[in-house]
């Protein structure tokens, strides 16, 4: 980019700085979201409730699921497929 090219733009520069903050925000929230570590714990405490009698058998298969499809929706985002 030449000098005269910056001096043109530099009214926009304001709006670049803010474009890449968005970019980052949603940069850490979709690393954030799809962070397998959440659901491994979740599986871990649903695991615990489970064999401490706080939740029954049908609640713990139903959670379960829920879980481990996102799981797997976090994996496939992780090889580029779409979730």
């Known amino acids: ?11 926009l520069a304001p709006v670049r700085g803010v474009g890449w903050v968005v970019d980052r ?16 714990r979740g599986l871990a405490e649903l695991e615990r409730q489970l064999l401490a009698g706080e ?12 879980l481990l499809d996102r799981l797997d929706e976090i994996r496939a985002h992780g090889q580029g497929g779409q979730p």
Do not use: K
């Not at 850490?28 to 491994?40: G, I, R, T």
């Not at 939740?55 to 829920?66: P, V």
């Open 1 to 11: 980019m030449g000098l005269f090219t910056q001096l043109v733009t530099l009214p």
């Open 25 to 40: 925000v949603l940069e850490a929230a979709e690393n954030e979201y799809y962070d397998p570590a959440p659901v491994h």
């Open 55 to 66: 939740i029954d058998e049908e609640t713990f298969d139903r959670r379960e699921d829920e």
